[in-house]
C-alpha cells in the first residue's frame, strides 16, 4: 500500500505562488507514477499535471501550461507542484495520486490507485 500526504495549499493573490508537496510512503518502490489533480466546488475532477517517477517525464492540461511545473525528489520520496501567476480560476482542492499497477497513461483519475487527502488552494482576485 502507498501513503500520499499533500501540503503547502493556503491563500494566494492573483498572480502569486505558492508550492504543494506530496509525499509517498509504503510500498514507493512499485510506484510507476504520480499525478496532480484538482476539484473546485460543483466541478469534477480535473488533470493537472503528472510524471513518469523513472523516467521524469511530465504530462501537462493545457491550463496550466507555463505556470505550473511538476517535479519530484525521488530521495525524499515527493513530487511537487510549483504553481506560479496564480489565477481565481485556479481554487480547487488538489489531489495527488499514485499509479503502482502499470497502465502508461496518467491523464485521467481512473489510472492512479491510490490518493492523499487534498490540500486546499485559494486564489483572490
Known amino acids: 500500500q502507498v501513503q500520499l500526504v499533500e501540503s503547502g495549499g493556503g491563500l494566494a493573490q492573483a498572480g502569486g505562488s505558492l508550492r504543494l508537496s506530496c509525499e509517498a510512503s509504503?510500498?514507493?518502490?512499485?510506484?510507476?507514477?504520480m499525478g496532480w489533480f484538482r476539484q473546485a466546488p460543483g466541478k469534477e475532477r480535473e488533470f493537472v499535471a503528472a510524471l513518469s517517477w523513472n523516467s521524469g517525464n511530465i504530462y501537462s492540461s493545457d491550463s496550466v501550461k507555463g505556470r505550473f511545473t511538476i517535479s519530484r525528489d525521488k530521495a525524499k520520496n515527493t513530487v511537487y507542484l510549483q504553481m506560479n501567476s496564480l489565477k481565481p480560476e485556479d481554487t480547487a482542492v488538489y489531489y495527488c495520486?499514485?499509479?503502482?499497477?502499470?497502465?502508461?497513461?496518467?491523464?485521467?483519475?481512473?489510472?492512479?490507485?491510490?490518493w492523499g487527502q487534498g490540500t486546499q488552494v485559494t486564489v483572490s482576485s
Open positions: 509504503g510500498r514507493t518502490s512499485s510506484i510507476y507514477g
Open positions: 495520486a499514485a499509479q503502482v499497477y502499470y497502465r502508461g497513461v496518467y491523464d485521467f483519475g481512473s489510472q492512479y490507485d491510490y
